[in-house]
């Protein structure tokens, strides 16, 4: 009887929507990658095209997932996959341009990093108990700006553009986690 106590198997019901929502984000993350390929491949329309389809897709996985349409596995493989858009199409522009144009590179680069920076500040002080605010609104915007460089050639000022908008977010971040812990 012990035995079957330790492998006891606990079934949850999933909030309605699960599927539809998690279906979603899991698309959004293929035409992610499928980005990324056609970006390293020199096709930057498609790859624009491909990053803007995915970037409606995790938007509106993540909203859903965030408020009610989503369990905690979806709240998780929200984050995860934002940070995978941010890795396979800011990466992949990062290594087109670096023999071509090093500003391109290093501003998607910095774009790349400071994303990721600003998700951390963000889960570090919620692991930490502190209310950290999350925006969509920033994130969306991001993916825009690259989006429109990708498919009108502005990669230069879209993409300095999103780094600041993303180191904004990290300060922004750190100082709501400062004045909770003075408070």
Same mark, same amino acid.
């Not at 500040?121 to 605010?133: D, I, K, N, Q």
């Not at 690259?146 to 990708?150: R, S």
């Not at 993303?166 to 909770?180: D, H, M, Y």
């Given at each position: 009887?012990?035995r ?13 929507g699960?599927?539809?929502?998690r ?6 993350g ?19 095209a ?11 996985g ?18 995860l996959l934002?940070r995978? $858009?941010d890795? #396979? %199409?800011?990466? =992949?522009? @990062?290594?087109?341009? !670096? ?8 501003? /998607? ?7 990721f920076?600003?998700?951390y ?13 999350e ?8 993916y825009?700006l ?5 498919v ?7 993409? $300095?553009?999103? #780094? %600041?908008l993303? =180191?904004? @977010?990290?300060?922004? !971040? ?7 812990e003075? /408070?």
């Open positions: 009887m012990a079957f106590q330790r492998l006891q198997i606990r079934f949850q019901r999933q909030p309605p699960t599927a539809i929502t279906s979603g984000l899991i698309a959004g293929l035409l992610a990658l499928a980005a990324a390929w056609w970006i390293v491949g020199r096709e930057p329309l498609l790859g624009g491909a990053a803007g389809a995915s970037a409606t897709l995790l938007l509106i993540g909203h859903r997932a965030n408020h009610g349409a989503g369990g905690p596995t979806d709240r998780m493989l929200d984050d934002d995978a $858009w890795g #396979a %199409v800011l990466g =992949a522009i @990062a290594w087109t341009e !670096r023999s071509g144009s090093a500003s391109i590179a290093i501003a /998607a680069l910095a774009a790349l990093c400071l994303s920076l600003s998700s500040v963000r889960a570090r002080g919620a692991s930490l108990a502190y209310s950290v605010e925006s969509h609104i920033t994130r969306g915007v991001r825009a690259a989006v429109a460089g990708l009108f050639g502005w990669l230069r000022w879209t993409l $300095w553009v999103a #780094a %600041v993303s =180191a904004l @977010a990290a300060f922004v !971040r750190t100082t709501q986690v400062a004045r909770e003075r /408070a």
